[in-house]
């Protein structure tokens, strides 16, 4: 074949060997790059691709409850090389699926270096890849090579890509008590697309912040890995917690601060303090925590946060968190297919798309291997459909997010794991196969199996052959 046949995949963690296993399933060559061992980086120890650097488990494998499940499913009906190789070496772990991290990373090395269009190279490709290579897929996940991490920033002008990345919570709307919460912008000021009422605020008074600031100052936090511990915070994006520590009307002079609002339940009352929160998709089903960055452990945030004035039923898409990551502000990069807008050449797959988790890392890198593909065939691969987990993924890191101007959005996008709030709605059955209502809690489990059941059947449709492929533009 010829140079120009190929395709390259930077990086063989998760996504890279994944996008590699897809698009040499489909027919194309692949040359996957991936430096180790001739390079290190701090958190890997072995040379193996598709190497788990953190947890052995892949979380939830219910796909009729979990979103994370459900993803699990749709990859399985791809033909996904990482859910193969999971399901062969799992370990148990009752409803999880958890594997034997080294079976697992020997099993996809071995099937990658067998199969005969995939050749592995063991080699860092430092700054941008060669103008030669016309169909590139970058994945190379948290830990992009410095010279590849500068030459991305040159490219896109974009602000560092390495340094503590500070998470806000994330929080599903119809969980959040609208009779003590309320809608409006701050003197009902309408940004660019906005009505006046953008922010959901959350009113405390004095008690009730006092008590918030010390439940937060006493709460357990998340200790720093070794290889994290030298990159200092994001300036603009400090934690909540740290802000706090800098005396204790921080907060209320700065992100819970009260002034242009008024409480329409207590007329003629001011809030003591105000937490917003902000539409996090175009979807509206999920809204983040402005300012609310924190390295507080993910029980602490839900107990701390939970003492909120209508978050006391909080259920959370996304805890926050804080640790070194290396990621694209994709939706302003990034088009729909994951090619870099800049240079259509590349294309990004993985954690540095801006998804969190193993599984949400491979899914990307799935999708990436097949639209690669399809550009080498000189086709164009049709979008999964937005109902599905596949399909919620990529809308979210390439367009989903955006709920405002995209200078509004420029740093307020921020990895997600998947859960159904990046679904489109859907209403709950009211009554079940026996014509008995269903009420209060079985009411979410029953949306969620619905939502899970559509999902799946429109992955079918998507997967056969007059969904799989769209003509070449």
């Given at each position: ?7 390259h ?9 994944e996008?590699a296993w897809?698009?040499?399933?489909a ?10 061992p ?6 890997h ?7 788990l ?19 699990h499913e ?6 996904s ?16 699926l ?22 592995i ?13 016309d169909n ?16 991305i ?28 919460a ?15 009422a953008?922010?959901l ?31 200092p ?30 409480n ?7 809030p ?8 996090d ?23 701390v ?10 259920e ?16 302003t ?16 797959a ?9 599984i ?34 990529i ?5 989903g ?24 709605a ?10 008995k ?16 059941r ?7 449709l998507w ?8 003509a070449?533009?």
């Open positions: 074949m010829e140079q120009s046949d190929t395709i995949v930077i990086g063989g963690g998760l996504a890279g060997s996008a897809q698009a040499a399933t027919g194309v060559p692949v040359v996957l790059h991936e430096m180790r001739v390079r290190g980086t701090d958190a120890h072995t040379d193996g691709l598709a190497e650097v953190c947890s052995n488990s892949f979380r939830s494998d219910d796909w009729e409850n979990n979103a994370v499940g459900l993803l749709e990859m399985r009906r791809c033909h090389l990482i859910m193969s190789a999971a399901d062969k070496h799992k370990l148990p772990a009752g409803g999880a958890a594997v034997d991290r080294d079976a697992f990373s020997a099993e996809v090395t071995a099937r990658l270096d067998a199969h005969p269009l995939i050749t190279a063991r080699e860092e490709v430092a700054g941008l890849p060669p103008a030669a290579w590139v897929i970058v994945a190379t996940g948290p830990l992009t090579s410095p010279s590849l991490s500068a030459a920033i040159s490219l896109t002008g974009a602000d560092s890509l390495a340094f503590f990345d500070a998470i806000a919570p994330v929080i599903h709307y119809d969980s959040i008590d609208q009779s003590r309320w809608k409006q912008s701050r003197y009902d000021k309408a940004g660019p697309g906005g009505t006046g953008d922010y605020n959350c009113p405390m008074d004095k008690p009730q912040y006092e008590a918030f600031i010390d439940a937060m100052l006493a709460a357990e936090k998340t200790v720093f890995k070794e290889w994290e511990a030298n990159t915070y994001f300036d603009g994006c400090l934690p909540v917690e740290v802000m706090a520590e800098r005396g204790r009307e921080t907060l209320r002079f700065g992100p819970l601060k009260p002034v242009g609002l008024a329409p339940h207590e007329a003629g009352k001011r003591y303090a105000v937490v917003q929160l902000r539409q998709n175009a979807l509206g089903t999920l809204w983040n925590m402005v300012g609310f960055q924190t390295k507080m452990k993910h029980a602490e945030q839900v107990r946060f939970r003492m909120i004035p209508g978050l006391e039923t909080a959370f898409a996304r805890l926050g968190g804080l640790h070194r990551n290396t990621f694209l502000n994709a939706p990069l990034l088009d729909g297919q994951l090619r870099l807008k800049a240079m259509p050449r590349l294309r990004f993985g954690q540095i798309t801006g998804v969190e988790g193993y949400e890392s491979a899914a990307i890198g799935l999708l990436a291997g097949r639209f690669a593909a399809a550009d080498r065939r000189g086709e164009r691969h049709a979008l999964p459909p937005a109902t599905t987990a596949l399909g919620a993924l809308g979210h890191i390439t367009g997010h955006l709920v405002g101007t995209e200078e509004e959005a420029k740093g307020s996008f921020q990895p997600m794991n998947i859960n159904y709030g990046l679904l489109p859907l209403d709950p059955p009211t009554h079940d196969a026996n014509g209502p269903i009420k209060g809690r079985d009411r979410g489990f029953a949306k969620k199996r619905a939502m899970s559509r999902a799946l059947a429109d992955l079918d997967l056969g052959a007059a969904g799989q492929k769209v070449a533009e």
